[in-house]
Structures are given as C-alpha cells and as structure tokens.
C-alpha cells in the first residue's frame, strides 16, 4: 500500500515566514535564491521591528506571551513558517550555505514553536564540527545533545533534515543520520528556521512533508 505524500512548501517563499528576531530578507548567494539571516551588524542582537503584529498573525490574542518569550534574547534569529507542520509523521528539510560569520556560522530548524516563545531546535554550525540539539525557554538555550564530529564545510550548501515518526526524531545532515532522540511529547506547535549572532545564512528549499 503505497502512502500518500503531502509536501506542504517547496523552493523558500520569503513571504510565508515571519521573522520574529534578527535580519531575514530575500538574497541571491552563489547564483541561488533564498532567504537570508544576515547577522554582519549584530551586536546584542535586534528583534524584528514589526514583532508585535508578526505575533499577533502568529498567535492570536497570546501575542503578548509569546513578546516575553523572545523579544529580550535576540542572540538566536529565528524566522516562523506560517503554515502547519505538525502531525504523527512529518519531515522538516532545508538546504543552506553557510557564508560567514567570525563567531557563529549556525544553522538551524525550529520547530514545537509555543507561543509562549519556547520551541526546540536542531543545527549544524560551519565553525564547529558538531550538532546540538536544544530548547529554548524564555530565551534561555538548554542544550540536549551534542554530536561532535560533524563536519559542516563553510560556503558550500548543505540539507539539514529532521524526520519525525510521533514523538521519535533523527536529524540528519546532507542525508546521514546524526542524531536520535525521543522527544517527551508529540510537537504540536509551529516551525521555522534558526540561526545564532553573527552568522549570515542562505537557506533555500524549505519543505514541510507529512506522510
């Protein structure tokens, strides 16, 4: 019996993502198209100058909950998908290429975003030979795991994927397995894309895949 396959995005559409911390825009970095963090003049980082009408859009008459969650720790630019991509069996991928960035190279996946602003993340780091995996809780980062040697080479483009069957996950970086986790619940928030300070990251070929 053959399963059907609903791919909820595909190529990046910069107008279906709401950035919520950092300078997310639509670029063109090695002849691609895509939407990108660019965090050359981040100091102490700068939340979106429009967060207070993206968290409405977002949650609803919660927004304000959501502001506390994120607006003071704007070390972590993060940008939500508007669509939905929760569900039993579902797989989040995108491509990026890591361009620069002298003290985080970072890319990432968001996903379980609440809106009291916590969500858990997954990333690759062009500056590190490591993957972590985290939560963010009042802007504060708990790192779950780490896999170290996890080669992620600068200015060449990779897929980071997370595959989730319930509440078990593997993430994945340019089609291997690098992680396996159970996660305490079924996610059922929103989803979207992560970075960290300084770094300046294409991301390109969204999906959001459930099966």
Known sequence: ?????????????????EPVVGDWRASEID??????VDGSKWRQGTPS??????????YGDRYAEFLDGVKAFAFFPLTVWTGDCTGDDVTLSVKFFPQAGRIDQG??????VQSD????GARANALEDNLLF???????RTVLDVVRGVTTTTRQWHTLSLERKG???????????????????VPTGKCGLWSKADSVVLFDEFTATRK
């Open 49 to 58: 100058a429009n967060l207070a009408d993206q968290a409405k859009r977002l």
């Open 31 to 36: 002849g691609k198209k895509g939407l990108l």
């Open 134 to 140: 985290f939560k963010v809780v009042k802007g504060k």
């Open 117 to 120: 602003g916590s969500y858990y």
């Open 1 to 17: 019996m053959m399963l059907a396959m609903l791919v909820l995005s595909a190529a990046i559409d910069p107008s279906q993502f």
């Open 107 to 112: 890319a990432g996946i968001a996903f379980d």
């Open 167 to 185: 509440a078990a996950m593997k993430v994945l970086l340019d089609g291997q397995v690098k992680l396996e986790k159970k996660l305490d619940k």
